[in-house]
Every structure is written in structure tokens, then in C-alpha cells.
């Protein structure tokens, strides 16, 4: 239960600083099956933690982000309609890798 109270505030947190922070973006990825995915990563803290031995600072730095897919094509749709939403186990075939064709 303190995990979830950690995690509700957690999530508060990060929607106030994005009211707040107007500069908020968004990254795009379009994939070559034509899906477009969304991306968050906002900076939560930043402690300077010492010298680096490769030169400068070094800062302790906590993110948290988020990844979801903006649209997917009809196409892609109608391959996996009627494929579960969560399968009890992956599946070990029908994988396949997908290139980044625009960020």
C-alpha cells in the first residue's frame, strides 16, 4: 500500500510541474510499419554527487518517463484484432524487429 501511496504521489507531482512547466514536449518516433510513439521523460532531481574522474561534475539525476503509441495504422490494426491484450506468456514467434524511420 506505501508503494501506491509513493506512486499516486509520484504522479501528482509530475502533473503539477507539467501545468507548471509550459516548455513540456513531446518526442516523436515513426516507425517503419507506420506506428508513431510518443515520448516523456521529465527530470524529477539533480544533486551534484562530486568530480567526475573523466573531467566536470558528476550529478545524481532521477527521470521518470512514459512511452505510448500516438497512432498505429489500420493495417497493423487488423493483424492483431483478435490476438489477446495480455497473453498469459509472450510468444516466441511472429516477432519482428521494426526500424526508426523519422524521430
Sequence with gaps: MEILRDLSASRKIIQEEAVVNRDTRFGRIKLS???????????IDVKEVGF?????VSFDVKIVGGVSTESVPEDVKKLVI?????????????WGLL?????
Design 33 to 43: 510499419d507506420g506506428t508513431i510513439i510518443k515520448l516523456v521523460v521529465f527530470i
Design 82 to 94: 483478435d490476438k489477446p491484450l495480455f497473453p498469459p506468456e509472450p510468444p516466441r514467434e511472429g
Design 52 to 56: 567526475s574522474p573523466f573531467g566536470g
Design 99 to 103: 526500424d526508426i524511420i523519422e524521430l
